[in-house]
């Protein structure tokens, strides 16, 4: 089976990004791209095991080509995957 990384952009969502991740554990990675988060939320992406990524707001080009797996799965953090 191929390998995929969860991508998701986040800026403030420390309230709703668990429920985000606790949905990517069949995912190789996940990859948090914050784009300048004032809350918890990257000390949450960090306890479920994320790599995370600081990027400025209109830089999503970039995540796709920092992803270890050829299969990308790019997500709000508002999204969470259903079985």
């Known amino acids: 089976m191929r390998e995929i990384t969860a991508v998701v952009h986040t800026q403030d969502d420390g309230l ?6 606790e949905t990517l554990y069949p995912c190789d ?4 791209v914050d784009h300048g988060s004032k809350d918890g ?4 992406a960090q306890e479920y ?10 830089s999503p080009e970039q995540a796709p080509r920092l992803a270890s797996s050829s ?4 997500l709000d953090a508002r999204e969470s995957l259903s079985e």
């Open 71 to 74: 299969w990308v799965l790019c």
């Open 29 to 32: 990675e996940i990859l948090i």
């Open 49 to 58: 095991g994320a790599r995370i990524m600081r990027a400025p707001a209109g």
């Open 41 to 44: 939320t990257v000390r949450v």
């Open 16 to 21: 709703r990004i668990g429920r985000c991740l």
